[in-house]
């Protein structure tokens, strides 16, 4: 069988993935917060797992599944925490589980993890949450962390061609053109 989404599969056969191929697990991390009047309130965790299962077919990779809660919303790169529907946790809450997700990863012999944030108000939240990981798995382990934004990978070329007048930045791109055009 062949998906790219751990929750697909049994355990035996994750552990046999993670025993003979060694792939990179990727663990998205989004947000629900409001997006203006037309896109999703998921769109940051809907598109980090959507471009970490299009990055895992490649690389032979598991796509753990998504978590979906981020940090607070901020006026100034996501409209802030009073829109019905922007739900979101402490910095306590999102460290707790990223912390608690590398030493579990960490447990099972997974040596790559990759990080891949879709919402620009967890990044240093998710830092801590790996630095705290990897110092409960100890000195001995094997697992390397990576994080990433997704949004890292625009090229040049692409903003170029997106943005003629010039590219405002990403904190200015909230709900706006990029993630309008992925969703
Ligand atoms: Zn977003």
């Not at 035996?12 to 990179?24: C, G, K, N, T």
């Not at 490649?58 to 802030?80: D, E, H, N």
């Not at 934004?149 to 706006?176: C, I, K, N, R």
């Amino acid at each position: 069988m062949s998906t790219v989404w751990m929750n697909q599969l049994s355990w035996l056969d994750y552990q046999s993935r993670i025993q003979h191929d060694q792939p990179p697990i990727l663990l998205p991390v989004g947000a629900l917060e409001q997006h203006g009047p037309h896109l999703p309130l998921g769109t940051d965790g809907l598109l980090s797992a959507s471009v970490a299962a299009d990055a895992a077919a490649r690389v032979g990779g598991l796509v753990a599944p998504t978590l979906s809660y981020g940090y607070k919303s901020q006026p100034k790169c996501g409209g802030g925490q009073h829109f019905c529907g922007t739900t979101s946790v402490d910095a306590a809450t999102l460290i707790g589980s990223v912390r608690d997700a590398v030493r579990e990863f960490a447990r099972h012999g997974v040596t790559k993890l990759v990080v891949v944030n879709g919402h620009y108000e967890n990044q240093w939240f998710l830092i801590e949450g790996i630095d705290l990981g990897l110092r409960d798995a100890g000195p001995a382990t094997q697992l390397e962390v990576m994080r990433l934004e997704y949004w890292d990978f625009m090229t040049p070329d692409t903003l170029a061609d997106v943005f003629p007048q010039g590219f405002p930045g990403f904190a200015l791109e909230h709900a706006a053109v990029l993630e309008t055009s992925m969703m």
